[in-house]
Nanobody, 123 residues
């Protein structure tokens, strides 16, 4: 599977953005998926994950209540809706396939990383 993230941009604090991750291939609906982000000079960190049917998800504490992960298996697209953005949300955001058990949060439990999309939040 190949993944391509999009939808990033420069916004002011408090704004909203929706990121998309388009997947190629026929088996998108067979994979649990996740979003990660990497700020300048920092490690890539877990943001959110969703199961293959889209009925269950979990989040990093730092984004809980502000970000919502969802998916459209008919369109092979993963989404990340972000509201009330903060300057500390500034990062390159990546989508990936979860290759470990449910509740995976570390980078090595994901694979097939897409090209990221940059989100910059100004104060």
């Amino acid at each position: 599977v190949q993944l391509q993230a999009s939808g990033g941009g420069l916004v002011e604090a408090g704004a909203s953005l929706r990121l998309s991750c388009a997947a190629s291939g026929r088996f998108f609906g067979s994979y649990d998926m996740g979003w990660f982000r990497q700020a300048p000079g920092k490690e890539r960190e877990f943001v959110a994950a969703i199961n293959r049917s889209g009925t269950s998800s979990y989040y990093a504490e730092s984004v809980k209540g502000r970000f919502t992960i969802s998916r459209d298996n008919a369109k092979n697209v993963l989404y990340l809706q972000m509201i009330n953005l903060k300057p500390e949300d500034t990062a390159v955001y990546y989508c990936a396939v979860q290759i470990a058990d449910w509740n995976a949060r570390s980078r090595d439990e994901y694979n097939y990383w897409g090209q990221g999309t940059l989100v910059t939040v100004s104060s």
